[in-house]
Every structure is written in C-alpha cells, then in structure tokens.
C-alpha cells in the first residue's frame, strides 16, 4: 500500500475506533493530539480516568501484529505527548491517566476491534 494510501486507510480506522469507544461508553476529548514529542489519536474519558489511545490498524498480511507494533520508544513518545497534553488541559491532571491500544482489522464488510486496556504503564 502507498503512503497516501496507508494514512487514508489509518485515518479511516481512527473513525471507526473513535465510533466503537464511544458506544463502549467513552468520551472524546481530542483527537490525533500533536506536538513535538508526537501524537496521540485518541484522547478519552472513562468514568474516572483520562484514556490515551493509541489506534493500530494492521493487514492480514503484517508482519508483527497491531500490540506489537506499539513498540517502547513509541509507548516513550505516547507518555510525552501525554504529559504535554495534560500540561495545556490542567483541569484533566489530576485524573489518573490510562493507556490503551485499540488494535484494528477490516475485511471488506467489516472492523473488528481487541482493545488492550491498561496496555503499558510509562512514568508521567
């Protein structure tokens, strides 16, 4: 798959978890949250915790599957990309902050979503 059509095909599975978190009854606070340390796709809030989301779609074709993807210098870049999000929202510090990468599949007619809750734990 080209580029072009990787990031389409990543930003149209972000939709759909966004979609699927929110019928498991998250909110949405911000999405593909940026700045220089990186970016975070999801930011959500469960019943009393601050929810980081990290969206991995992978073909039948991958490799390393979608968890594994999530590799520590990018579990790394998601803790500081956290902690520079929650600087700029202080009224969301003083939740505890959860971490958990939403794995993606599509066949033609459908998504299907394993949801790692809890999936690592960074030092903030």
């Avoid at 009854?25 to 340390?37: D, E, I, M």
């Avoid at 803790?79 to 066949?107: E, M, N």
């Amino acid at each position: 798959m080209s580029g072009a059509g990787a990031r389409r095909r990543g930003r149209s599975s972000e939709r759909q978890a966004e979609r699927w978190l929110k019928r498991q009854g998250l909110q949405t606070l911000a999405r593909n949250y940026q700045c220089r340390s990186g970016e975070i796709d999801l930011v959500m809030q469960a019943p009393g915790s601050l929810v980081v989301v990290e969206v991995r779609f992978r073909g039948a074709a991958a490799r390393v599957s979608a968890a594994e993807s999530v590799t520590l210098k990018k579990q790394q870049r998601l803790a500081r990309t956290a902690l520079h999000f929650l600087q700029h929202h202080p009224g969301l510090a003083s939740q505890p902050v959860r971490f958990d990468v939403l794995c993606v599949s599509a066949s033609r007619r459908d998504y299907s979503f394993d949801w790692i809750r809890d999936a690592f734990r960074p030092a903030l």
